[in-house]
């Protein structure tokens, strides 16, 4: 009986050892199941955000797009207005110094930054730390920061030098000459030659003639910044693509 129940007793055992270790390799199959859900919840949300930035990046590429075909145009047209100060032809060209006011108006590169906050304020942002998409994004941002100090820089100097043209003349035939169909004006009391010579001493006056002296070098500056984000952002897109697809 002794050897019986022994016998018994050791099937017992193993049949309860077998259980136990059925249910431990159910549990690691269940948590390796359940890490594998959650790295693929992780890698979809990731996506997500880096989707996010992804158009961000497109929209910002497309406005540095067309601020560089404006200041470009801008600032050949400041270039010409300065060698004709220079030749003392200001008279002959004033239809070109008065299109030159195009460098009063306040251009800021305005990107959208809110995808990359969202993901450097999630607990995904740790997947890419450290990484070249990483590295990327700093430099993006860095570029952005500088841009706007040098716009800043130019605006200010700009509103400055506006402020105190405010003071010195009547800007009204000025402002309606510029934004003023021109069939309008010519229904008006105000003769065209009126318009003309207001023009012509608001163009030489010393504040028009410093902003267009300071837009036609400083606007290549910022348009090589420009290039130089947009080539960074390109590089954002493709590494963002590797990573996605």
């Not at 706007?148 to 130019?154: K, L, V």
């Amino acid at each position: 009986m002794d050897l019986l129940s022994k016998g018994k007793t050791n099937q017992y055992l193993k049949y309860a050892i077998g259980e136990i270790v059925l249910v431990v390799i159910g549990i690691l199959i269940a948590l390796q199941i359940n890490n594998w859900n959650q790295t693929r919840k992780d890698t979809e949300a990731l996506k997500e955000y880096l989707g996010k930035i992804k158009s961000h990046t497109l929209m910002d590429i497309q406005w540095l797009d067309t601020l560089t075909v404006y200041r470009t145009e801008m600032g050949r047209k400041c270039k010409m207005a300065r060698e004709s100060i220079l030749d003392k032809t200001e008279k002959q060209n004033l239809p070109l110094f008065m299109s030159c006011g195009g460098a009063f108006m306040d251009y800021y590169f305005k990107p959208n930054t809110s995808g990359y906050e969202a993901l450097k304020t999630s607990k995904y942002f740790g997947k890419i730390n450290n990484t070249h998409l990483d590295s990327l994004l700093t430099t993006y941002y860095r570029l952005v920061d500088d841009i706007a100090q040098t716009e800043n820089s130019y605006n200010d100097y700009v509103n400055s030098q506006e402020n105190y043209l405010s003071t010195q003349f009547d800007r009204s035939l000025i402002l309606a000459y510029a934004f003023l169909p021109q069939d309008s004006l010519k229904i008006r009391a105000t003769p065209q030659a009126r318009y003309y010579e207001d023009f012509a001493k608001y163009t030489a006056s010393p504040p028009y003639r410093n902003v267009i002296g300071l837009a036609a070098f400083q606007f290549d500056a910022i348009v090589y910044q420009y290039g130089e984000l947009k080539k960074i952002g390109r590089e954002v897109i493709k590494e963002i693509n590797v990573i996605t697809e």
